[in-house]
Antibody, heavy 117, light 113 residues
């Protein structure tokens, strides 16, 4: 069974940093592109970033470019998102999502990031 | 960026009837090979992550009931839920997986009339 389990969310002040992690199991992690998608409370879905199987290619939405960094460790079957210079509007549930190609097949349950003073 | 526009924002349908959700992309999502339109549909129930229903316009994900079907081409796409069941109450999102940044529609809430 495919499992994606996010962790690392919490309350942080504006301007602060967090590192989100996603532990993957039940599939060949190093065969999948991996993504982060977020959802602000009561709002829709926003794709944030994608990383290629070997980590050689990374793409970001403009709103997080330069502030967030996606990375992966295939030896640990793990995906990461480093969040810097956090803003109130970054408050959201952050989902780890994997798939063949750019398909968003498998979703974790999400981890909540709250940015507030 | 490709903008995805869904309509309606919400709809109420009687059990056993058909629900139709529309999605329009601001530019074509037709693959370079001209064989696939890279459009997906997701279902999200309260308190749950989204679930992939359909990708490449009309390919149902494994385990998705065949009352869910997708159609369309170019910039106009449709998700049809035939014979609506109580468990289909959810918010549905379209998403293009053609170009970065991947983008979603604003969502359509489906309720029982």
């Amino acid at each position: 069974e495919v499992q994606l389990v996010e962790s690392g969310g919490g309350l942080v002040q504006p301007g602060g940093s967090l590192r989100l992690s996603c532990a993957a199991s039940g599939f060949t992690f190093n065969s999948f592109w991996m993504n982060w998608v977020r959802q602000a409370p009561g709002k829709g879905l926003e794709w944030l970033a994608i990383i290629k199987q070997d980590g050689s290619e990374k793409l970001y939405v403009d709103s997080v470019k330069g502030r967030f960094t996606i990375s992966r460790d295939n030896a640990k079957n793990s995906l990461y998102l480093q969040l810097n210079s956090l803003r109130v509007e970054d408050t959201a549930v952050y989902y780890c999502v994997g798939g063949a190609g750019w398909f968003l097949h498998y979703w974790g349950q999400g981890t909540l990031v709250t940015v507030s003073s | 960026d490709i903008v995805m526009t869904q309509s309606p924002d919400s709809l109420a349908v009687s059990l056993g009837e058909r629900a139709t959700i529309n999605c329009k992309s601001s530019q074509s999502v037709l693959s370079d090979s001209k064989t696939d339109n890279y459009l997906a549909w997701f279902q999200q129930k309260p308190g749950q992550p989204p679930k992939l229903l359909i990708y490449s316009t009309s390919i149902r994900e494994s385990g998705v009931p065949d009352r869910f079907s997708g159609s369309g081409s170019g910039t106009d796409f449709t998700l049809t839920i035939s014979n609506l069941q109580a468990e289909d109450v959810a918010v549905y999102y379209c998403q293009q997986h053609y170009a970065s940044p991947l983008t979603f529609g604003g969502g359509t809430r489906v309720e029982i009339k």
